[in-house]
């Protein structure tokens, strides 16, 4: 029995716009479900004493001085722009969102 | 999108049956120099795309660094909101996809917010004092802008296609979000617009944001649900948004609670949705209502490491704090001894620092409030200008009075000459001296206009010699006439006297 649901993988399919057939939905649900049992057998080996851990080296206040540095250009930051009107990037209305 | 009209219930009947219940959250753009995450200019209005780094438009391969003066700012506006700031705190990823935002994600604060629990003591108009409860205050970055081009109303609906302008993606934001606020009963519209108002102040005072509500520096979303009188479960809420003007705040507000009561009466129910709102028609549209898309998928930033406070950082921003911004207004109407409403009138123009820089050069409290209020405003009117906008300055008042107080022009013509100082004529001084308009107190010119006025109205000699002081008023007029209203009137009075043998 997997950890995961076929449900769960189309609902996060779904969500980071990523198209599956049916065939994907079925591996895909079998391969998660063995990476998310791997990491739950991590959880029953710390003890409740153990904090989460999001980064693995201890650093902290990593931080930059509020001092302004070089920029792009309007043209080198739309060199890649599938398509671009004056300075500005160009893209298709988009109602879902909104 | 729905284009039919709601039904309302008139507010106070809505008021009888329901109580509000409101919430916050309130977007503050900070104005550090650079971006959250990168040392791209945090500027408005430049050229678009031109203050932009790749980690800006989330190029593969960038890393982002915090901007420590943006955490401090954070800091401090969780300080000043009388929050808890915490130990320890990180960044996480927001995950949506739209155009505003070309990483897919927003590098935001999820379950452990930099300030949380606090508070803000709202003073509403006629004094009394609302608390509202601060559940977090937390780091973020703004998106870039959208601008729907085509179609007939500049709104999304009906547009061919959008521009991006990626200026403003990674400007630092802070997000202030309220508890739930009950209790304000009818008073809620006026809360709504009194708390943006305090928040607002608040940013200004610490001069961590511009604070222009017009440019979007502060936005708020409003959170609005009707209970009925007695009930002990919440109403469905609905979630207005950008609502971005101390006016727009309070209609926003009460325009849902009039909608909500007609969709209760009705016997519906409230669709849990985001709303928009339009100030031309001072109503609100259905946006989407609460769906998959809101499931953000938030997970920790593993490109930023966590975020540790000292208590000596914490108390070093906090000695940084200014005076609150109640506590100082109260501190000032004490010091000018101005009445209630007076002092409102002071605050509503938006002039108090005026007043204060004023006083402080050297005026007394009533003669800086009779020029602000008065002459400036009068003539900002005129000019369909804000008072500040209209380049007169605390110089130039004390200026102008010190002309006065040395009798060398009168109150009159400094009127005038403030007419020529907004007209860019120079200083006050310097206007009297080419305009030549210094008050007449050579003696003998004056005493000449005196004997004319004094041979002219013989009846009104009579009467003063008779004991009516107030008629030297009627000699005053060809003096002033004579003299094209340059005579210092105390003078002329004094000469009056004399001539007339009255003087003690």
């Known amino acids: 029995m997997s950890a995961i649901s076929r449900e769960d993988v189309a609902h996060l399919a779904h969500l980071a716009h990523i198209e599956m057939s049916d065939a994907e939905l079925d591996k895909m649900t079998g391969e998660l479900g063995v990476i998310v049992q791997a990491i739950a057998s991590v959880s029953e080996a710390a003890s409740a004493d153990v904090p989460a851990t999001t980064h693995p080296i201890a650093l902290t206040n990593v931080f930059r001085e509020d001092v302004v540095g070089e920029t792009l250009t309007a043209e080198e930051a739309l060199m890649n722009a599938p398509d671009s009107v004056d300075t500005r990037f160009r893209v298709p209305a988009i109602l879902d969102g909104e | ?504």
């Open chain 2, 1 to 504: 999108m729905t284009s039919h009209i709601d039904e309302l219930v008139d507010f106070d009947v809505a008021l009888e049956k329901y109580d509000p219940v409101l919430g916050f959250e309130v977007h503050v753009e900070l104005n550090t120099k650079t971006k959250m995450f990168s040392a791209a200019p945090n500027v408005f209005g430049d050229t678009p795309n031109t203050n932009v780094t790749p980690v800006c438009l989330g190029l593969p391969g960038v890393l982002p660094v915090v901007n420590k003066t943006a955490v401090e700012y954070a800091i401090m506006i969780g300080l000043a909101l009388n929050c808890k700031i915490a130990e320890r705190c990180g960044f996480a990823r927001k995950n949506y996809f739209y155009p505003d935002t070309p990483k897919n994600f927003q590098t935001s604060q999820y379950d452990d917010p930099i300030a949380y629990d606090g508070w803000i003591d709202i003073e509403l108009e006629d004094g009394e004092v609302f608390r509202v409860e601060i559940e977090r205050a937390h780091m973020e970055e703004d998106a870039g802008k959208l601008t729907h081009m085509g179609g007939s109303t500049g709104r999304i609906q009906g547009a061919d296609y959008s521009l991006v302008d990626y200026n403003r993606s990674g400007v630092p934001l802070v997000e202030i979000v309220t508890k739930t606020i009950e209790g304000a009963g009818k008073r809620a519209p006026e809360l709504a617009k009194a708390y943006v108002a305090a928040i607002r102040e608040i940013v200004k005072a610490l001069d961590v944001s511009d604070a222009k509500m017009e440019r979007g520096n502060v936005r708020c979303d409003a959170n609005v649900s009707l209970m009925l009188k007695g009930a002990e479960k919440f109403g469905t809420r609905t979630e207005t948004k950008n609502v971005n003007s101390l006016r727009a705040v309070e209609h926003a507000v009460r325009f849902e609670i009039e909608r909500h009561a007609a969709v209760l009466n009705s016997g519906a129910a409230i669709v849990q949705e985001t709303r928009h709102w339009h100030e031309d028609t001072r109503t609100t549209t259905s946006g989407r209502p609460k769906s998959d898309a809101d499931d953000y998928r938030y997970f920790p930033e593993p490109d930023l490491v966590p975020v540790v406070t000292t208590l000596e950082w914490i108390e070093e921003l906090r000695s940084r704090l200014p005076e609150p911004p109640a506590e100082r207004r109260k501190r000032l109407q004490a010091d000018w001894g101005y009445s209630d409403a007076e002092f409102r009138d002071v605050v509503n123009a938006g002039i108090t620092e005026q007043i204060e820089e004023t006083i402080a050069a050297g005026t007394t409290a009533a003669v800086a409030r009779k020029w602000w209020m008065g002459e400036i405003a009068r003539l900002a009117n005129a000019a369909d200008k804000d008072v500040i906008d209209l380049g007169v300055t605390p110089a130039t008042i004390v200026e102008l009075n010190s002309l006065i107080e040395a009798k060398k022009i009168n109150d009159k013509i400094a009127r005038q000459v403030l007419e020529y100082v907004v007209g860019g004529e120079g200083t006050p001084s310097e206007i009297v001296e080419k305009r030549s308009l210094a008050v007449v107190n050579d003696d003998s010119a004056l005493g000449a206009a005196v004997d004319d006025a004094i041979a002219a109205m013989p009846d009104v000699v009579e009467k003063i010699k008779a004991g009516k002081m107030a008629a030297i008023g009627a000699l005053m007029g060809p003096v002033m006439k004579a003299t094209r209203g340059q005579a210092d009137a105390g003078r002329v009075r004094e000469l009056v006297l004399e001539k007339l043998g009255l003087a003690g």
